[in-house]
């Protein structure tokens, strides 16, 4: 089922779309290669994360005088993706807007359009994690996990610090 929204902000106008194929993986490696949680990715790393996601969110700035994609389309200003298994549990991970447009919005819409994605509206639980936009998540309805204890993990050696 695909998915696609158009909406206008005073910074532009924008689709949200879960198309893969408009997906542009050089700029997405450049956007998640500057973050805290993924620096350096290869390309390699980072079509295999698309490939194995349910579900993976473009954020484009497109052309006002509309035509027929992905024709309008002028860049891919955002990237989210889910992992789930489409009824009880989803996990949204690679939340990100270029630089220039963040706090601007563009994000929280880019979660609101995840979240009531039709595939995903049995999810009973969605989970994230995140160093700095608690605030933002808070918004769209996460806190923090409500009974932590219950919760385990397992690092690989070289994971890194923030995974």
Known sequence: ???????????GDFLIS???ELLDFEILQVLLGQTYWT????????????DNSSLAFGLYEI???EGPAP???RGQVGFAR?????TRFAYLSDVIIK???QRRGLGQRLVEAALAHPELKDVKRWTLMTDDAHGVYEKLGFSPLGKPERWMEKKHPG???WL
Request: aromatic share 6%.
């Open 18 to 20: 879960d198309e893969r």
């Open 63 to 65: 052309d006002p005088e």
């Open 39 to 50: 620096p350096g990715i290869s390309m390699e790393q980072l079509r295999r994360q698309v």
């Open 99 to 101: 630089p220039e447009l």
């Open 1 to 11: 089922m695909s998915y696609a929204e158009r909406f206008s902000t005073a910074d």
């Open 71 to 73: 024709l309008f389309i």
């Open 159 to 161: 994971g890194g610090q």
């Open 82 to 86: 889910v992992i789930s298994d489409l």
